[in-house]
């Protein structure tokens, strides 16, 4: 596997890292994403905090466990020399088959 982009962030690296991160995702594999953080990650999802890959690889499974046929979008917000913001939508439906559509932006 290639490296990915590191900092300094030519716009065409950003766009590159938003399509890596949004396959990624959209792979639903927990291993996968998980290993594309720092292995000291720190996340908050809504009312959760995740310490560390193995937290953030066991949210992952619950996450898409639950939320069949998840797709995520991401798109390039803000790019800059040494970090990116993106804006991302993704939608999945429960096992009731009821769809959602979640909106945010993360940096």
């Not at 998840?70 to 088959?97: N, Q």
Request: hydrophobic share 40%; charged share 30%; aromatic share 14%.
């Amino acid at each position: 596997m290639t490296r990915p982009p590191v900092p300094p962030f030519s716009r065409e690296d950003a766009i590159l890292m938003v399509r890596m991160a949004e396959d990624a995702w959209n792979g639903r594999d927990p291993d996968r994403v998980a290993m594309a953080y720092t292995p000291d990650t720190v996340w908050l999802n809504r009312s959760d905090f995740l310490h560390g890959r193995d937290q953030v690889q066991a949210f992952l499974a619950r996450k898409w466990q639950a939320k069949k046929d998840y797709r995520l979008i991401k798109a390039l917000w803000c790019p800059a020399t040494d970090r990116i913001a993106v804006r991302f939508c993704y939608e999945w439906h429960d096992v009731a088959g009821r769809w959602f559509r979640s909106h945010g932006n993360e940096k």
